[in-house]
């Protein structure tokens, strides 16, 4: 059977800071919930930063937060799960604002299918990627392509995905 398919308006932000992107994150959340917007998809890059989810765990950090600031990088908490994480330019970020309810209420599945998308994205690339059992992301062989961090407040996403294009895999070793 045949799902119809759901409204989703796609927004490319190009270049935010993360503090930025937060913002403009809570706010969609928030309509969200009140139902005056329909679903909507973040795609942007980040000035460079690190974050920390809400399961990161201090030693995943190798470089003290002052150091890292002093290196031009901006660290944030966040709300959303995942561990310690870092965006930067030419890394496609995808925010999306969804609201799972009430038909589509399983986080589980809501991963498993953002790894699917990333998967056939890479796929029309010509990259053969693939789910890791036990981890959570995209791989490309022993390489992370795709990493996932999501939170979910009344049944409506925020945060997402970030995808590892172009951009500089430096930073990664801090």
């Known amino acids: 059977m045949l799902v119809p398919a759901l409204p989703l308006v796609v927004r490319r932000l190009g270049r935010l800071s993360y503090a930025q992107g937060l913002e403009l994150q809570a706010q969609l959340v928030a309509d969200r919930q009140a139902e005056r917007i329909v679903d909507v998809l973040l795609l942007l890059e980040h000035d460079p930063v690190f974050t920390r989810g809400r399961n990161a765990r201090e030693q995943n950090v190798l470089v003290r937060e002052s150091l890292l600031r002093a290196r031009g990088f901006d660290v944030f908490e966040t709300g959303r799960g995942g561990d310690v994480t870092y965006h930067g330019p030419g890394q496609v970020v995808g925010y999306p604002i969804l609201n799972l309810a009430p038909d589509r209420q399983d986080v589980h599945r809501y991963v498993r299918d953002l790894e699917e998308v990333m998967i056939r994205t890479c796929r029309d690339f010509g990259v053969e990627a693939e789910r890791v059992a036990g981890l959570t992301g995209c791989w490309v ?12 407040s009344r049944w409506v996403t925020s945060h997402g995905f970030a995808f590892n294009v172009a951009n500089d895999l430096a930073p990664y070793s801090l």
């Not at 062989?141 to 979910?152: L, T």
């Open 141 to 152: 062989g022993r390489d992370k392509i795709g990493a996932i961090g999501v939170r979910i």
